[in-house]
Nanobody
């Protein structure tokens, strides 16, 4: 079984920075796209940023120029550097990844448990 464990959330003032990490553990043969989603109270979960195994990135318009997604394939870890944070960035941030347990297995989509990010004005 593959698990994704996020860390790095917390409370920060507007204009500040946070760095989220998400480490995948378990029996892992390969990880394809890794991504960060967020869900604010009363809103749907939305994609924040994604990165393929080759390093191609994709960002929501609302975070372009402020957030940077990166990954360390050797550590099966994805990061989200968040700068110039705004109160509207307040949400639970979830890690997501497409994982294979072994070479001939199907891709499994896995979610982390989420980490709270709160930005005060």
């Amino acid at each position: 079984q593959v698990q994704l464990v996020e860390s790095g959330g917390g409370l920060v003032q507007a204009g500040g920075s946070l760095r989220l990490s998400c480490a995948a553990s378990g029996i892992i043969f390969s990880i394809n796209t890794m991504a960060w989603y967020r869900q604010a109270p009363g809103k749907q979960r939305e994609l924040v940023a994604a990165i393929t195994s080759g390093g191609t990135t994709n960002y929501a318009d609302s975070v372009k120029g402020r957030f940077t997604i990166s990954r360390d394939n050797a550590k099966n870890t994805v990061y989200l550097q968040m700068n110039t944070l705004k109160p509207e960035d307040t949400a639970v941030y979830y890690c997501n990844a497409d994982v294979k347990n072994w070479r001939w297995a199907s891709w499994l989509n896995r979610w982390g448990q989420g980490t709270q990010v709160t930005v005060s004005s």
